[in-house]
């Protein structure tokens, strides 16, 4: 998916594709992390759709639940997705800083006139 270390540096036309790319790929993470997270409170809390959204929106991004749960299923499945959503955040973070890391790391390692060491 990216270059390798012996081959030049993309263009900065290709490197903002590839973080557009990114972006898009992040995009969809979240939007299926929030329909997950917007289904279960609907179907498992029976809260409403609204409220469903605004809680998974809220959990999602780390503020906290907006509305109290009170049966079990309903607490249990807000655990997990506040757990899951960690994760997400995680995963977003990786998919977005990748093409900016590897760029950084690639033009470290590029040395002008010299070819790489064989092993």
């Known amino acids: ?3 390798r270390r012996q081959e030049p540096l993309i263009s900065r036309e290709r490197f903002l ?4 790319r990114n972006g898009g790929v992040a995009l969809a993470v979240i939007s299926a992390a929030l329909f997950l997270g917007v289904a279960g409170y609907h179907w498992i809390a029976g809260i409403p ?34 757990l899951f959503s960690g994760l997400v ?27 790489p060491r064989e092993s």
């Open 1 to 3: 998916m990216y270059e």
């Open 17 to 20: 594709r590839r973080l557009a």
């Open 49 to 82: 759709w609204v409220d469903a959204i605004l809680n998974a929106a809220m959990i999602l991004g780390g503020m906290g639940p907006v509305a109290s749960l009170s049966t079990t299923p309903a607490k249990l499945f807000a655990a997990g997705y506040a």
């Open 89 to 115: 955040f995680i995963v977003v973070a990786g998919i977005l800083l990748a093409p900016v890391v590897h760029r950084f790391l690639h033009k470290f390692h590029l040395e002008k006139g010299r070819t």
